[in-house]
T-cell receptor, first 114, second 108 residues
């Protein structure tokens, strides 16, 4: 157990639907990152939050949004789902915002859009 | 952004063999990490190694920051070492930028 908890582990949904993925960071970590892993795109950074505030955006679609709550857990919302959104979605956390820390990944949520 | 290139893309080893995986990056970095993704998809942080050498059991890593490369050594490989090994660096901002990985298969 890495200490980063992601739920659910698996999700199957239909095109056009909306889903919410949840992440609880490792105890003491203030920074949360979301990544998408697909076969053709590899591991892509989506968005980062630090202590409740958005700090960096990567290749995140407008149909996707995220937030970090006061208890530091984070949610990634995916709407108007398309077949191409099928992927493994990872959450990672680190102690602080900065380059000098290791990142710990959760076990991921495997999303299948049918 | 910083380009991260890993080699070889694929590797097949017999159990007990040693291997070296390489990661080249296009600019100076303050943060470099190696990860192992097991066959079940889990990403495990192996090393945080922006420079220098570290060892953890049969695995060790060396980063030569001035020459912009890092090496991951696997000694006496075991079937449980199979999976994909990723090198990642912190790009602009604080997000990790991953290479495409080296897919390793260790056969009995």
């Amino acid at each position: 157990d890495s200490g980063v908890t992601q739920t659910p582990k698996h999700l199957i949904t239909a095109t056009g639907q909306r889903v919410t993925l949840r992440c609880s960071p490792r105890s003491g970590d203030l920074s949360v990152y979301w990544y998408q892993q697909s076969l053709d795109q590899g591991l892509q950074f989506l968005i980062q939050y630090y202590n409740g505030e958005e700090r960096a955006k990567g290749n995140i679609l407008e149909r996707f949004s995220a937030q970090q709550f006061p208890d530091l857990h984070s949610e990634l919302n995916l709407s108007s789902l398309e077949l191409g959104d099928s992927a493994l979605y990872f959450c990672a956390s680190s102690v602080a915002m900065g380059a000098n820390y290791g990142y710990t990944f959760g076990s991921g949520t495997r999303l299948t859009v049918v | 952004g910083i380009q991260v290139e890993q080699s070889p893309p694929d590797l097949i080893l017999q159990e007990g063999a040693n291997s070296t995986l390489r990661c080249n990056f296009s600019d100076s970095v303050n943060n470099l990490q190696w990860f192992h993704q097991n066959p079940w998809g889990q990403l495990i942080n192996l090393f945080y190694i922006p420079s220098g050498t570290k060892q953890n059991g049969r695995l060790s890593a060396t980063t030569v920051a001035t020459e912009r490369y890092s090496l991951l050594y696997i000694s006496s490989s075991q079937t449980t070492d199979s999976g994909v090994y990723f090198c990642a660096v912190v790009d602009s901002g604080y997000a990790l930028n991953f290479g495409k990985g080296t897919s390793l298969l260790v056969t009995p």
